[in-house]
């Protein structure tokens, strides 16, 4: 499908990050911010990630991709929101970080992007997809991506980074064992009710 370089990823992996545990559709690991995090016009202090390639403020079990609007009060961040089954492979990497190395690259990619905005981050959460393939899979077909929260704690940015992108769909969804193609496929969006 999309093949990218893999610099564009910001660096990840052990020992620098977390280890989301193996699963299918378990319940996300909620991740307790070190910082409140402006985000669509609330502050956050918390989120949920799912294996399924999206950050949630509430609790949200849900592998297929559905239309908009979702519930009340959420917000959503995906990068790539789609069946996920990482319990025979690939990984699933997160961390939040004040490192002046991570703070420097992400303040440059802002200020690169937005010209004259003058940013200076303060905090950086990575979540990184690797290698992950989809429910139902019978082929190696396997996607990388990432998420990238950048703030400084009056506004936040989202980067949503892809380096290699092979199915779009699980079986559960309609998808094709072999290809991951078909049925509903993975949806990409920024999201609050």
């Known amino acids: 499908m ?3 370089q893999p610099d564009i990823l910001y660096p990840y ?4 990050d977390k280890l ?4 299918d559709d378990a319940g996300p690991p909620v991740i307790e911010l070190k910082i409140k995090l402006p985000l669509f016009g609330s502050t ?3 989120f949920y990630m799912s294996n399924n390639g999206y950050l949630s403020s509430k609790e949200f079990i849900q592998y297929t991709p559905q239309h908009f609007p979702l519930s009340k ?3 959503m961040i995906a990068p790539y929101w789609a069946d996920v089954d990482n319990r025979k492979a ?3 990497f ?5 490192d002046p190395d991570l703070l420097s690259l992400a303040s440059s990619d802002i200020n690169n992007y937005f010209h004259g905005l003058n940013f200076t981050a303060s905090w950086v959460f990575v979540a990184t997809w690797e290698d992950v393939p989809f429910f139902g899979s019978q082929s190696t077909k396997v996607n990388t991506f990432q998420l990238v929260l950048i703030s400084n704690e009056k506004v936040t940015f989202t980067s949503f980074n892809y380096a290699d992108l092979q199915w779009t769909t699980g079986t ?9 193609l078909g049925g509903t496929p993975a949806l990409v969006r920024n999201y609050v009710e």
């Open 13 to 16: 992996g052990l020992p620098l």
């Open 94 to 98: 997160y961390r939040q970080s004040t």
């Open 73 to 75: 009060n959420i917000f």
């Open 2 to 4: 999309f093949s990218f």
């Open 172 to 180: 559960a969804s309609n998808g094709n064992n072999i290809t991951g």
């Open 44 to 46: 956050y202090t918390a």
């Open 20 to 23: 989301s545990p193996k699963s």
């Open 90 to 92: 690939g990984n699933i």
